[in-house]
């Protein structure tokens, strides 16, 4: 298990598994904008082709996996190596989450397209954007293995919770003041929450990248904006 | 590295991985219970401890990423031993975001104390007690590394999708009928949704069961019940 011709080949297993990730975290970029665009655009048809693009997000996580086990089992990594190995196991599963969560955003776009009133919409794309731009942030610390643009990602998730306890009580004022809209703005609220959890998602990359540079996870507990679970709007 | 010295000490670490998902998991199904009770009661103070009790689950989760992570370095398990070690991560990590959602339930559970009008919580009561069962099963079933059982929970998951679908409807027609509910149906429903989400992760473990018991994935595909994504009621 030494010698030159192996430890080559093990670096272009490391360096295939690192590989796997980058093109997860793309494929999961793309499909949440293609969901959101759905959304927005009430395009039923956008929204159909990403729900059936997540089987390929959950292949690729399968790939990563056995190749991860394989190369616990052959080549009994340490330190370092075994850390990049772990990490990738956890990043892997979150972005097949977030895949899931961009599927879940299709669906609901779906049944939007088909209401007969159109729901506020609007109100999601300025957390959607958010999102968006963690997902791609953190793809590409990832890739480049920065900490520090990870963090920057990490320090993002509040600001996404803070947005998403206003939309709940804006969702609810809308429901109160039109029945005709009950429906459309339930699911726009499961598609707000959808959003903030793969935020979420996304953070939990963002750390998993400081624990791969940095040998550890961060410190500082992270700010908690979310309070919608708090949320009360009385109907006058 | 071998001997029998080494070998006893090996296999008291794999016992204590195995005792440290036996204790996540009772905490998990604790936690669930206390948060259902809470809804059921609008017990605020029970709430609170549940809330509460979430740290001690992430604690556990930790303490047996640690240990994993000691053992492929320094052991370099093969085989049944790595896959043991693998899936003991997945299924921390599992049973992690289960204790998360009771954690969630036990939020809204806060909240929903305190409205001024008691919303439809008797209608959570079938899938809470359902999926406190399959909580329960999997735990068993991982404690005795017995696939059969396992595979017995995931096969309850597809009712858990189909009542939750109901559920969605129930809640929409309650809050048409009276905006006064509107509030606190839509906390409801997010609870419902937490309560299938955490059957969802139940499943994942029981699948992860039979990946440890029988060294492959069960093959045939899920059910999936949920439809609540696609589900409209129209206010006449």
């Known amino acids: 298990?030494?010698?030159?011709?192996?430890?080559?080949?093990?670096?272009?297993?490391?360096?295939r598994l690192h590989q796997i990730i980058v093109i997860m975290g793309r494929r999961v970029e793309e499909q949440f904008a293609a969901a959101l665009?759905?959304?927005?655009?009430?395009?039923?048809?956008?929204?159909?082709?990403?729900?059936?693009?997540d089987a390929e997000i959950d292949r690729l996580e399968l790939e990563l996996e056995a190749l991860s086990v394989r190369l616990l089992a052959l080549r009994q990594p340490m330190a370092k190596d075994l850390r990049?190995?772990?990490s990738a196991l956890k990043i892997a599963s979150n972005l097949e989450r977030m895949g899931d969560f961009a599927g879940?955003?299709?669906?609901?776009?779906?049944?939007?397209?088909?209401?007969?009133?159109?729901?506020?919409v609007?109100?999601?794309?300025?957390?959607?954007e958010t999102v968006?731009?963690?997902?791609?942030?953190?793809?590409?610390a990832y890739d480049g293995q920065d900490a520090e643009r990870a963090m920057a990602v990490r320090n993002r998730d509040g600001q996404v919770d803070a947005a998403y306890t206003s939309l709940f009580r804006e969702f609810l004022t809308y429901m109160m003041e039109s029945p005709a809209q009950i429906t459309g703005c339930t699911h726009l609220?499961?598609?707000?929450?959808?959003?903030?959890?793969?935020?979420?998602?996304?953070?939990?990359v963002a750390e998993n990248i400081c624990y791969i540079?940095?040998?550890?996870?961060?410190?500082?507990?992270?700010?908690?904006?979310?309070?919608?679970s708090f949320t009360v709007v009385e109907k006058e």
């Open 1 to 15: 298990m030494t010698g030159g011709h192996t430890v080559a080949a093990f670096d272009a297993e490391l360096a």
């Open 37 to 53: 665009q759905a959304i927005a655009e009430r395009d039923a048809g956008k929204a159909a082709r990403v729900i059936e693009g």
């Open 84 to 86: 990049d190995i772990v």
């Open 104 to 120: 879940s955003v299709a669906k609901r776009a779906v049944t939007l397209a088909g209401l007969p009133v159109e729901p506020p």
């Open 122 to 128: 609007a109100s999601l794309s300025w957390m959607g």
């Open 132 to 140: 968006l731009g963690m997902i791609r942030d953190v793809v590409a």
């Open 189 to 204: 609220l499961f598609v707000a929450k959808s959003i903030e959890r793969a935020g979420d998602h996304a953070t939990n």
């Open 213 to 228: 540079v940095q040998g550890r996870l961060p410190s500082e507990e992270r700010a908690k904006g979310d309070l919608s």
